[in-house]
């Protein structure tokens, strides 16, 4: 987004960006000014995704591994299945007929078959019927996730929802349902047709609500954190009273503590796990992912962390075009816009911060993470789900953001020269002295010679790229 303004022959464009920079470009020449200014005005807003930069970008580097088929569902359906024979891969959704925001292949339990799948998907809220997540090798246990029933005011029953849901239970084992709504939020659905499983048809499962904030609410939470970190008043009084008011790290409590709930029913109490929300493509996500990375060392790797985020966020259908589409500066309310997966990568960086040994990555690579989801030459992150991606042919038309990240080159800059394997499960502290504001993200375009040099490198590339792409938008 940009505003300008003139002082004599010297124009000045202030363009505000999706990764938090503020850049102030003056440019000799009314003319010049204002044409760039409307190009990065009508770049700022295109209609089309194809003409988005991925589609045009053509990398300077040797791909070495193709990392649209790095994270296929089958190769991790083999490591399952190397330590389980209870589940299989199911392909029922293959033409995205069944749920168009789940992909082609999802692990299902094996005594359950399609035409189950089918009739439970009518059930759930988008056809989200419930797959796995997670298998924990140390006991066995599950965590599947899922979208909503829709019971209704009737409090209507599926019993191949019930057979589904019960499938995933040991003998004489009990099971949570986490509900990520609050249980009024919850209630208040069933008069919209949703709801949530009745215990009378779920005797085994106990249900818990943990309410995690979604949609505007967090939106708004992002736009006064960001807005308290520009405040140049220097007061330290009032910065403490805006970061607190945007309620940013009560967000980053509330998901972690539902995170270490999920983890601690599957590793302590030695059950399995259901968790949902309304439509289990945001709060879902985050609980089902930070679960993981609290109880499995692999997905504290490199590798690991990055099939986590294909599995759990791309594949599960996070609508990333529509929650990462303008960022804090935006002077249009976007309606589904939430940073929802900009939190999860906080809570990921908090944990990283108090485990610091850990992880085989630094923070350098989560930050690389949040500029990629919201503006890229890559095009892993563009579409909603997998069926949009497949109808852009994103595979045969852009390049994925893991054939650059895995080269060994790339590699090395996100490495954590701390890093010892782990194979413990680590318990994170949602104590609010544990709990820190990312600088690296928030605060990083504060410190005032690392910020011109980056700028002004960032700008020649986006000038170039505007004059190419608006002859393009012409076309």
Not at 420 to 442: D, K, M, R, Y
Request: glycine letters at 4%.
């Amino acid at each position: 987004m940009s505003c300008s303004r003139f002082l004599g022959s010297v124009g000045t464009i202030i363009i505000k960006c999706k990764d938090l920079r503020i850049i102030q470009l003056d440019i000799p020449g009314m003319e010049e000014c204002l044409n760039i200014a409307s190009s990065i005005e009508a770049l700022s807003t295109l209609d089309s995704v194809t003409l988005m930069y991925p589609f045009f970008y053509r990398p300077m580097f040797e791909i070495v591994e193709d990392g649209w088929s790095a994270f296929l569902p089958e190769k991790e359906f083999e490591v399952l299945s190397s330590v389980t024979d209870e589940w299989r891969l199911s392909y029922i959704n293959k033409d995205f007929s069944i749920c168009p925001s789940y992909p082609p292949v999802v692990i299902v339990p094996r005594s359950i078959d399609d035409e189950t799948l089918q009739k439970v998907a009518v059930y759930r809220h988008g056809g989200r019927f419930p797959v796995l997540s997670y298998y924990h090798k140390k006991n066995g246990m599950v965590m599947m996730r899922s979208s909503q029933p829709l019971t209704g005011t009737n409090g209507r029953r599926c019993k191949e929802d019930e057979k589904l849901v019960n499938a995933t239970l040991r003998p004489g084992k009990r099971g949570y349902i986490i509900d990520t709504r609050s249980l009024n939020a919850a209630q208040q659905a069933r008069a919209k047709g949703g709801g949530f499983e009745q215990e009378v048809y779920y005797p085994q499962w106990r249900r818990i609500h943990r309410c995690i904030e979604r949609f505007n609410i967090l939106q708004e939470s992002l736009i006064k954190l960001v807005e308290a970190c520009n405040d140049q008043s220097h007061n330290m009084d009032r910065w403490l009273s805006k970061l607190e008011a945007s309620n940013w790290m009560t967000y980053i409590k509330e998901i972690l503590t539902a995170a270490c709930l999920a983890a601690q029913c599957i590793d302590r109490e030695g059950a399995s796990v259901l968790v949902h929300g309304t439509e289990g493509t945001d709060s879902t996500l985050q609980v089902t992912s930070l679960a993981q990375i609290i109880l499995d060392p692999d997905c504290r790797t490199i590798q690991g962390f990055e099939s986590l985020l294909v599995r759990e966020w791309l594949q599960a259908g996070h609508p990333f075009q529509q929650r990462c589409a303008q960022s804090a500066y935006s002077n249009s309310k976007q309606k589904f816009e939430a940073p929802v997966f900009l939190l999860f990568l906080d809570c990921v960086w908090q944990i990283l911060h108090q485990f610091p040994c850990s992880f085989e990555f630094n923070e350098h690579f989560l930050v690389t993470l949040f500029e990629h989801a919201y503006a890229s030459q890559f095009g892993t992150f563009l579409g909603n789900n997998e069926n949009e991606r497949s109808k852009l042919k994103l595979q045969q038309k852009t390049m994925s953001l893991w054939s650059w990240v895995n080269q060994p080159e790339e590699l090395k800059n996100f490495q954590n020269p701390l890093f010892e394997a782990n194979s413990l499960v680590i318990w994170p502290s949602v104590a609010p002295q544990s709990l820190q504001l990312w600088e690296g993200v928030f605060l990083r375009w504060n410190r005032p010679s690392r910020f011109l040099d980056e700028a002004e490198e960032e700008m020649r590339r986006i000038i170039d790229y505007n004059r190419f792409l608006l002859d393009k938008v012409k076309d």
